[in-house]
């Protein structure tokens, strides 16, 4: 059975704070993503990653910057934590593009 | 710019038959995904068309027109647990980009 796991499920920091989000997949995908959850606006694309050491901006990525040291661990990093950061992040791994594997989220809220 | 296009709601009964379009403006297409995503749940593969027609998978049928920039997700015989939020991805290639959703709520 497919298995993407998130650091976190629940996360609350403080302003300017630096924020780690961790992500695992134990599928061998070369893929991986992160995304953010709004209500309303769907999931937006931060960044994603082809290959280790690989790294390409997605559609929202100011404020972020990733991690890919290993194939099956993919790091968000939130360098200096903002209010309008607080969302539902999504982590995703798939081998075709479309057909994506979640996992559970992380639900990050900056005070 | 790139968006895609999907209805915020829709309502039907448990038994009936719901189609949820979506409609989309992107550069670089190469297929339509649905995803399916249930309250505090993570979103869940259901079905991609690369090509023009209809695709079926048990109850859940997905279609493509690349001429007309659109496509459907048809689900039948509905079920109390398939509501949910839908959305409709396009791809791009190299990533997904994802339509607002649309939350389908079945009422017995």
């Known amino acids: 059975d497919v298995k993407v796991t998130q650091s976190s499920r629940y996360l609350v920091k403080r302003t300017g704070e630096k924020v780690f989000l961790e992500c695992v997949q134990d599928m061998d995908h070369e893929n991986m993503f992160w995304y953010r959850q709004d209500p309303g606006l769907g999931l937006r694309l931060i960044y994603f990653s082809y290959d280790v050491k690989m790294k390409e901006k997605g559609d929202i990525p100011e404020g972020y910057s990733v991690s890919r040291e290993k194939k099956e661990r993919f790091s968000l990093i939130l360098e200096s934590a903002s209010t309008n950061q607080t969302s539902m992040y999504l982590c995703?791994?798939?081998?075709?593009?479309?057909?994506?594997?979640f996992g559970p989220g992380t639900r990050l809220t900056v005070t | 710019g790139q968006s895609l296009e999907q209805p915020s709601e829709v309502t039907a009964v448990e038994g009936a038959i719901v189609q949820i379009n979506c409609t989309y403006q992107?550069?670089?297409?190469?297929?339509l995904s649905w995803y399916q995503q249930h309250d505090g749940g993570a979103p869940t593969f259901l079905s991609y068309?690369?090509?023009?027609g209809l695709e079926e998978t048990g109850r859940f049928s997905s279609f493509l027109s690349r001429s007309d920039s659109y496509g459907y997700l048809l689900l039948q015989e509905l079920q109390m647990k398939d509501s949910a939020s839908y959305f409709c991805a396009a791809n791009q290639g190299g990533k997904l980009i994802f339509g607002q959703g649309t939350e389908l709520s079945v009422k017995p």
């Open positions: 995703a791994s798939s081998r075709d593009n479309y057909e994506q594997y």
């Open positions: 992107t550069s670089g297409f190469y297929g």
């Open positions: 068309n690369a090509l023009d």
